[in-house]
Structures are given as structure tokens and as C-alpha cells.
């Protein structure tokens, strides 16, 4: 099966440092990938690249068998690859239904011309914007927070709603950027259930997490990074049978078990 | 544009719901009448000057709304009102070409340069924008050929309208130039407020708030930001060109920064969201020069003044004001909702 | 010619630099401490000559002691207007801005309301002409030229060896940081402005006396300042003393052998550029607000 993403000899520099080195891997459809290791090995960087928030240094980024390398960030999203970020999540001063709506703004952008005159087929895309704004609101339980400013919400809401915003593109390849920072164990818990609902309706995910219990809950193949290179691959009781892995978390608080 | 409290765009105009078109038909209707009501050449030249600008300050809304302070706009206002001033007196140019010219200029200049200033953010944009505005003005200042230098163009024509050949009229009054100066006014509103009406408009707003997450759902940011910017030179441009054909003279001191500022100060007085706010700043503002005539110094102190004291006491402007007046008004009534 | 008119140029770039420097490190420390576009600089400038103005023709004061208490009261003023003004803004640099603008268009007028529209003067100070071998050098020049760099070498004592120095430093450095280590930002802010502004009214004081006042004679100084602080990179003091003598040299040059115009169009043309390609300028912190 052709991987969905692949991943060769990328890298970047960050003064004098190494940020990402050398990261090569591929992700095959359908499947849950995590990404872990210590802090400031590189996992976001490696986010950030892929969906070229900055240019590598050097490397290649094949999305589908196209290498999307340099694409500006929004072209990238529009072919279905979405990443989430660990802050700013959403548009904070607007209602929760009005950030589901921006959500979907891009993608269906007809362009400015068609968008400046013609009023038809904007009536027809804003009634399917809002069957699938209500369906992804209650496929992550948060329908009844509709009418709030989403600044307002919950931090574990406001986390949900982060990963409401990134569906709402209707995503093949979606890279989460730490989703289960700062949540409690409930609320792990129901976004755990949420990516595996998302998995199986045919999404790939990238999973960056420090969480070790939902990366091993949830992934199918785990990626160690440290210091920004690639220390390990495999699935998650072969990551944590690995030497180099767990001399890597040694002196962190996180335990691989 | 701050990061904490209420964001003074997010501040729309409640006076007139967004789906009454109608209202707002009958509304220009009226304008067209006040000639007739008021031939007082005082007042109409006031009211022309309010509607000039009208037009500047709905359009630097429109690259606000992108979240880019631009403190060039005048500087477009600039290269609009020399390229018609020079395009009708040295190449002959029919004013209904060297109008529509004006804006297109300006907005092919802002096309060229904003490719490069509209990568930078914050602060450092209105920074490179000054920087900007003040070389075109010294381009204008310094080139006595063919921009005449600091004294700039004297004798600019006044509109000689040829619709069909061979009917020609000259825009001699004040009041077939109010017509004029009203149309374009419309014309502007019109466009932009359905720009903002539209998905681009929410594009925009989204750019504002949080630009790294429009980007990443699909939303060319840069593009957006490029229309803006583009937009705004272009009705920045036909406000020139009526400047200069209204006042006869144009020149440098006409398209200063503390012109851009003065667009600025009316964007925030009157409010940013929407297009109500700057068009209630223009209304409001504009005319207090000529009923301060006493006072000159004192006007621009009390100019100051109004600045901070808006940013401090009510950072939405007048709009805001008015919307929670209305607000409060709805919800005496009882059983009524405020629309969404 | 050319022989006698090099030095003449550079003599009158590095004292022009001078001037340039004086009100680049003001604006700079409060634009690298506060993060504020400080567009009320050049009214602070101004506030100081004519302080020094009324104090000499009205109560007699002696020069020396007028501009001395001229930074006083206007450090103090900048003070209050820290506090009372810009403190709600400090961490919304787009409306700190266009208060700063609001502040400089009400300072601007309520000087002319005060000290109206015509040109005043200070009556000099020194008196008498340098000549060296054939450059003729003003004395009052010069001594301003000695003063700023008392001034200058004052200040960077002060950052280097001072309680307060040090703690403004600091605070440009990492607000975090300095706040954890406990430093009372409500306090270090108003004086960091405060000092900040005193030093734009001792460049007032200073250099008011060889040109005309009038109410806006802030603003000129106060766009070469904002030219100097981009070129030398905000935040940075170094970057405002390369950056001040770079652009006064060079003015001097273009204005001397091309013309005044093009002089002019130098500053704003390498701002544009520096923005574009480099934008910490030459000794600034790579960060830029991204």
C-alpha cells in the first residue's frame, strides 16, 4: 500500500542546533503514528515542517506521492493533510458555532471574484456547513456550548473544540499536536475515544503526545525522537522493551510503562 | 488587534440589520435629495468633505480588517490624485477614464509594494507603512517635474463629464459635484459592504484574530491581506482624484502622515467593525474643524484629546456605544430578541 | 576642493550622528524595555527646550540649571504618563501606538496653545568659532558635541552600573524572567520611561538652543530617532551609537555631494530595507513579533 506520508532525510536548524536531523519515516493509511520523546526533541518541529509552517533545511515531505514541500500552509490543509496546535486552538472571541463555520471557510472558498458576486451557490454551501458544523459538534459533545465565546470554555472543551476546527476540512491525514495536554483523566479519556472514532472512519492521524498512556492506547506504531533524531520505530511494546528509548526518558517524570 | 478584551472589529452595526438592504436603499434615496434640501454652498462643501472622507476611512477599514494598520492610505490618496490631475491636464485624458485610472494606479502600487510589506506583522508593518507614505511624499515634494514639487499642481480642471459624444458637461457647482462625490461614495459602500458580507469578509476576520489558524484551515491568508491592501489603494486612489478636481490644487501636504493618521483616529472614534463605525467617525469628526472655526488650537488639543479618551473609555468606538444603546433599548421590551 | 571638504563633511555627519544618538537612545530604550512605538518622543524634545526657554527668559534661570531641571521634570512627566496612560496598553502594542499618536497630536497643540506657532529662540550659549588649519567648527557645536557625549557616557554608566540600569536591561531581556526574580515591573516601567523621556529633554536642551523652536520642532528628530533605533536594531544601545553616526555620516555625505532631497529619502529608504531583509537591524535580537 502506498504510505500516505513519507518522510526523507528532512532537517532544520535552529541557530546552531539541530532542531529535526536527518527524519526519515513513512505513514501508511489508516494508521495511528505517535510521536514521543523528550522535551525538546523535536516533535513539534518535525509538526511544523510537514505542514511547512517553515522550510526545511533539507529533506523531502511526499503527501500522497507529492512533494509538498514549500507549499504554503493553506494548500497543504486543502489536500487534506491538518494539523492542530498545542496553543491558540481557536478563534477565541467568536461563539463556538461561529468558529465551527470558520473552520470550514477555506476549504470551500470558491475564490474572490465568484465570492464577491455570486449569492446561489453560497446558500447551498452554508446549508451543508451547517449539517456538518452541528454534526461535528456532537460527535465531540460539545453542542450544547454552541452559543459561547470559545475562549469562555473549558480547557478541556476548548481542546475538543481545537480538534473540531482541524475536522472540519474533512481531513485524510490529520497530526495532532499534543491534544491531551492539560486534560483530566475524563476528558482523556473521551478524546481518546474520539481519535479512535476518527481512525476508524478511514483518518490517518500523527499523534505527537508526551501522554504515554494515550499513545499506548491508541497508536499502532510509535516514532522516538531525541535531541531531534530518530532514536526508535515500532510498535508500542517493542518502543518500550527499547534500550535507547528508555535511557532516553531516563531523569524525565514520564514513565514509558 | 489587542490580545486581551473586546475586539473593537468584532463590533458590527445593529442600527441596520444586515439582511434590510431596503433600509439602506432608501437611506442613499434620501442623500440624493439633500442638495435639493440644503443648497447652502457652507454645508455642501462639509458634506462632500465628510463623504471624501467616507470613503478613505471605509477602505482603510477594509485593510484593518486584515489586521494590518496601514498608516499609507494617504499616500495612495496621493498617487490617485496626482495620476488624474496629470493624466487630464498633460495627456487630455476624459475624466470619466482618468477616475477609474486614479484608483487603479493606486492599487496597482499597493499590489507591487504590499508583496513585500504585508509579510511583516504587527507594529513593524505600520512602521514600514510610515517609512512608505513618507518616501512617496518626498518623491512628490522633490520631482517638481512633473509632480511641481512642493507647491504641487495649481489649476486642476474640474470634471468635464462626456457620457454620450457629443454632450459634454462641465462639474462647475458644488452641487453637481456633491452627485458626483455621492455615486462614488455609494459605489464604495455598496462593494465593500458586500465584501464584507461575504465569505471574504469572514476570511478576513479570521486573518485578523488568529492568522496562523486561518492559514492552516485552508484559508489563503496572504492573498486576503493582498486584496485588502490592494482595495484599499484602489479607493484611496478615486478619493484623490475627486480631491484634487473638487479643490482644484493638490500637493504634498495634502497626502501627509497625519492625513493617514487623521483615518486612523476616525476608524477608532467611530468604531472598526463593520462599515457603520468609520462612516459615524467620518460624520462626527470631520465637521468639528469647521464649527470650531474660533478655536483653531484648541481644536486640534480637543483632536488629541478625543483620541486617548476614546482608546481609554470606550475602545469600540461610537459604534459600540450605539449598539449598547440599542441593546438596552431591545431588552426593555419584553418577548423581543436581539437579532444573533 | 575636495581636499578641505571631506573632513567638513564628516565633522558635520558625526556631529548631526550626535544629535541623531541622543534621541535614538531614548526611543529605543522604551521601545526595546515597554515594547511602546513612542510617538510622542519628539514632543518630550520639544517639551524640553521650551522648558528651558521659559526658564531662562522668564524666572532667569541660569542655562546649566535650566536644562538640568528640564530633565527632571519632564523624566517626571514621563513618569506620570507611564503610569497614567500607556500602563493599560502594556501588552497591546497596536493601541500603545495610537495612544502614543493621540498623546503627540495633544502635546503638539497644547505647546502651540502655550508657546504659539512662531519661532523662538534660545540665546546661545557658547559663543565663537574653532578653526582648525582651514575647517571651521562653531563653538556652540562643538559643545554640544561634548555634552551629548557626557550625556551618552552617563547614560551607559547608568545601564551598566546602576541598580536601576541593570534592572531596565533586564526587563528588555525576558519581562518573564525579570518578574519571577521578583523586580516590580509597575515601578520599572514608568521609571524606564521616565528615563527614557529625560533623555529626549536633555537632547532638547542640548540641541534646542542651535536651531529655532516652535511646537513641532519634535517631529523631525523624532523620525530620525525611529530611522536610527530600526537601523541599530531595537532595544539595542550599541545599535542606536552605530546607527546614529552611520545615518549622520551618510546624510551628511548624500546631502553634501547629491543633494538634501536624496538625504532625506536615505533614511526611510534603508529603514524599508532593513525591515524587509533584516529586520533586528544590526545589533537588534533576532526576535521579531512573528
Known amino acids: 500500500m502506498t504510505p500516505i506520508l513519507q518522510v526523507e532525510k528532512l532537517s532544520k536548524q535552529f541557530g546552531g542546533l539541530m532542531a529535526v536531523d536527518q527524519a526519515t519515516f513513512s505513514v501508511q493509511p489508516g494508521e495511528i503514528l505517535g510521536t514521543i520523546g523528550p522535551n525538546g526533541a523535536g516533535k513539534t518541529t518535525l509538526l511544523n515542517l510537514i505542514s511547512n509552517m517553515y522550510a526545511p533545511h533539507s529533506g523531502t515531505v511526499r503527501y500522497k506521492g507529492e512533494s509538498i514541500v514549500g507549499y504554503p500552509p493553506y494548500r497543504i490543509a486543502k489536500m487534506g493533510l491538518v494539523r492542530t496546535f498545542q496553543s491558540t486552538v481557536s478563534y477565541g472571541e467568536a461563539t463556538v458555532w461561529e468558529n465551527m463555520m470558520r473552520a470550514q471557510l477555506g476549504y470551500h472558498f470558491l475564490g474572490l471574484w465568484p465570492e464577491f458576486l455570486i449569492n446561489r451557490a453560497v446558500r447551498e454551501r452554508k446549508k451543508n456547513q451547517t449539517e456538518k458544523a452541528e454534526t461535528l459538534l456532537r460527535f465531540l459533545g460539545l453542542e450544547k456550548m454552541r452559543g459561547q465565546a470559545a475562549k469562555a470554555l473549558p480547557y478541556g472543551y476548548q481542546k475538543l473544540l481545537g480538534l473540531a476546527i482541524a475536522l472540519a476540512g474533512d481531513p485524510q491525514l490529520l497530526m495532532l499536536d499534543e491534544p491531551a495536554a492539560g486534560l483530566n483523566h475524563e476528558e482523556r479519556v473521551h478524546l481518546m475515544s474520539a481519535i479512535q472514532k476518527i481512525q476508524e472512519n478511514g483518518v490517518t492521524v500523527i499523534l505527537v503526545e508526551h501522554d504515554m498512556k494515550v499513545i499506548m492506547g491508541l497508536c499502532h506504531r510509535i516514532l522516538v525522537l531525541n535531541y531531534g533524531q530518530m532514536i526508535a520505530m515500532g510498535t508500542p511494546p517493542e518502543i518500550q522493551r527499547n534500550e535507547e528509548v528508555i535511557k532516553a526518558y531516563l531523569g524525565e517524570d514520564t514513565e514509558i510503562a | 488587534m489587542g490580545t486581551t478584551g473586546p475586539d473593537p472589529m468584532q463590533e458590527e452595526g445593529k442600527v441596520i440589520p444586515k439582511s434590510k438592504s431596503y433600509a439602506l436603499l432608501a437611506l442613499s434615496v434620501f442623500l440624493f435629495f439633500i442638495?435639493?434640501?440644503?443648497?447652502?454652498?457652507?454645508?455642501?462643501?462639509?458634506?462632500?468633505?465628510?463623504?471624501?472622507?467616507?470613503?478613505?476611512?471605509?477602505?482603510?477599514?477594509?485593510?484593518?480588517?486584515?489586521?494590518?494598520?496601514?498608516?499609507?492610505?494617504?499616500?495612495?490618496?496621493?498617487?490617485?490624485?496626482?495620476?488624474?490631475?496629470?493624466?487630464?491636464?498633460?495627456?487630455?485624458?476624459?475624466?470619466?477614464?482618468?477616475?477609474?485610472?486614479?484608483?487603479?494606479?493606486?492599487?496597482?502600487?499597493?499590489?507591487?509594494?504590499?508583496?513585500?510589506?504585508?509579510?511583516?506583522?504587527?507594529?513593524?508593518?505600520?512602521?514600514?507603512?510610515?517609512?512608505?507614505?513618507?518616501?512617496?511624499?518626498?518623491?512628490?515634494?522633490?520631482?517638481?517635474?512633473?509632480?511641481?514639487?512642493?507647491?504641487?499642481?495649481?489649476?486642476?480642471?474640474?470634471?468635464?463629464?462626456?457620457?454620450?459624444?457629443?454632450?459634454?458637461?462641465?462639474?462647475?457647482?458644488?452641487?453637481?459635484?456633491?452627485?458626483?462625490?455621492?455615486?462614488?461614495?455609494?459605489?464604495?459602500?455598496?462593494?465593500?459592504?458586500?465584501?464584507?458580507?461575504?465569505?471574504?469578509?469572514?476570511?478576513?476576520?479570521?486573518?485578523?484574530?488568529?492568522?496562523?489558524?486561518?492559514?492552516?484551515?485552508?484559508?489563503?491568508?496572504?492573498?486576503?491581506?493582498?486584496?485588502?491592501?490592494?482595495?484599499?489603494?484602489?479607493?484611496?486612489?478615486?478619493?484623490?482624484?475627486?480631491?484634487?478636481?473638487?479643490?482644484?490644487?493638490?500637493?504634498?501636504?495634502?497626502?501627509?502622515?497625519?492625513?493617514?493618521?487623521?483615518?486612523?483616529?476616525?476608524?477608532?472614534?467611530?468604531?472598526?467593525?463593520?462599515?457603520?463605525?468609520?462612516?459615524?467617525?467620518?460624520?462626527?469628526?470631520?465637521?468639528?474643524?469647521?464649527?470650531?472655526?474660533?478655536?483653531?488650537?484648541?481644536?486640534r488639543v480637543l483632536y488629541g484629546l478625543i483620541l486617548i479618551l476614546t482608546l481609554w473609555f470606550m475602545p469600540t468606538g461610537m459604534l459600540g456605544l450605539l449598539n449598547k444603546a440599542l441593546d438596552r433599548m431591545k431588552s426593555r421590551k419584553p418577548g423581543k430578541e436581539g437579532t444573533p | 576642493m575636495g581636499e578641505t571638504l571631506l573632513p567638513q563633511v564628516i565633522i558635520n555627519g558625526v556631529t548631526l550622528g550626535t544629535n541623531y544618538i541622543l534621541m535614538a537612545l531614548g526611543f529605543t530604550l522604551i521601545f526595546g524595555v515597554l515594547r511602546i512605538v513612542n510617538f510622542a518622543h519628539g514632543e518630550f524634545y520639544m517639551l524640553g527646550a521650551f522648558f528651558v526657554l521659559t526658564a531662562i527668559l522668564k524666572f532667569e534661570v541660569n542655562y546649566l540649571l535650566a536644562a538640568i531641571l528640564a530633565v527632571l521634570f519632564i523624566g517626571l512627566l514621563g513618569y506620570l504618563t507611564e503610569e497614567v496612560i500607556f500602563r493599560r496598553f502594556r501588552d497591546k502594542e497596536l493601541e500603545g501606538m495610537i495612544i502614543a499618536l493621540g498623546l503627540s497630536i495633544l502635546l503638539q497643540n497644547l505647546g502651540l496653545v502655550a508657546w504659539g506657532p512662531y519661532d523662538l529662540s534660545i540665546p546661545p550659549v557658547f559663543t565663537g568659532v574653532l578653526k582648525i588649519g582651514t575647517l571651521f567648527y562653531p563653538m556652540e557645536r562643538l559643545m554640544v558635541v561634548f555634552i551629548s557625549f557626557l550625556l551618552m557616557a552617563g547614560f551607559y554608566l547608568f545601564l551598566k552600573k546602576t541598580r536601576l540600569g541593570l534592572a531596565i536591561q533586564a526587563i528588555a531581556q525576558d519581562t518573564e524572567i525579570a518578574r519571577v526574580q521578583g523586580m516590580r515591573i509597575n515601578r520599572l516601567y514608568p521609571l524606564a520611561f521616565a528615563v527614557g523621556t529625560g533623555l529626549a529633554a536633555a537632547a532638547g536642551a542640548v540641541i534646542g538652543p542651535l536651531f529655532q523652536l516652535n511646537p513641532w520642532m519634535g517631529i523631525m528628530p523624532q523620525v530620525k530617532a525611529f530611522i536610527v533605533v530600526i537601523l541599530g536594531g531595537i532595544g539595542s544601545i550599541p545599535g542606536a551609537f552605530l546607527g546614529g553616526l552611520i545615518l549622520g555620516v551618510a546624510e551628511s555625505f548624500v546631502s553634501t555631494y547629491a543633494s538634501k532631497a536624496l538625504a532625506d529619502l536615505l533614511g526611510f529608504v534603508l529603514v524599508i530595507g532593513i525591515l524587509l531583509f533584516r529586520p533586528s537591524g544590526l545589533f537588534g535580537r533576532s526576535q521579531v513579533s512573528r
Open chain 2, 35 to 299: 442638495p435639493v434640501l440644503w443648497a447652502d454652498e457652507f454645508y455642501l462643501n462639509v458634506i462632500i468633505s465628510i463623504y471624501l472622507n467616507i470613503i478613505l476611512a471605509v477602505s482603510l477599514n477594509m485593510v484593518i480588517k486584515t489586521g494590518k494598520l496601514s498608516i499609507a492610505h494617504a499616500a495612495f490618496m496621493g498617487i490617485g490624485g496626482y495620476t488624474s490631475a496629470l493624466t487630464v491636464m498633460r495627456l487630455g485624458l476624459p475624466y470619466l477614464l482618468a477616475l477609474p485610472l486614479s484608483g487603479l494606479m493606486g492599487a496597482c502600487i499597493a499590489l507591487l509594494v504590499g508583496r513585500l510589506l504585508l509579510k511583516l506583522q504587527g507594529v513593524y508593518f505600520v512602521l514600514v507603512t510610515f517609512a512608505f507614505g513618507e518616501v512617496v511624499r518626498l518623491f512628490f515634494v522633490n520631482l517638481v517635474e512633473p509632480f511641481g514639487g512642493p507647491t504641487g499642481i495649481i489649476n486642476i480642471p474640474p470634471p468635464r463629464i462626456a457620457l454620450f459624444p457629443g454632450t459634454a458637461f462641465t462639474l462647475l457647482s458644488k452641487v453637481s459635484y456633491y452627485y458626483l462625490v455621492l455615486g462614488v461614495m455609494l459605489m464604495a459602500l455598496f462593494i465593500i459592504r458586500r465584501i464584507y458580507q461575504s465569505s471574504i469578509g469572514k476570511a478576513m476576520d479570521c486573518t485578523r484574530e488568529t492568522e496562523h489558524l486561518a492559514e492552516f484551515t485552508g484559508i489563503d491568508t496572504f492573498q486576503h491581506k493582498m486584496f485588502a491592501f490592494a482595495g484599499g489603494g484602489f479607493f484611496a486612489g478615486l478619493a484623490g482624484s475627486l480631491f484634487a478636481h473638487y479643490y482644484r490644487f493638490i500637493s504634498p501636504e495634502s497626502f501627509t502622515f497625519w492625513e493617514s493618521v487623521n483615518l486612523i483616529v476616525i476608524n477608532v472614534v467611530g468604531g472598526m467593525g463593520g462599515i457603520a463605525g468609520p462612516i459615524l467617525g467620518s460624520i462626527f469628526l470631520v465637521p468639528l474643524p469647521e464649527f470650531l472655526r474660533g478655536f483653531v488650537e484648541y481644536q
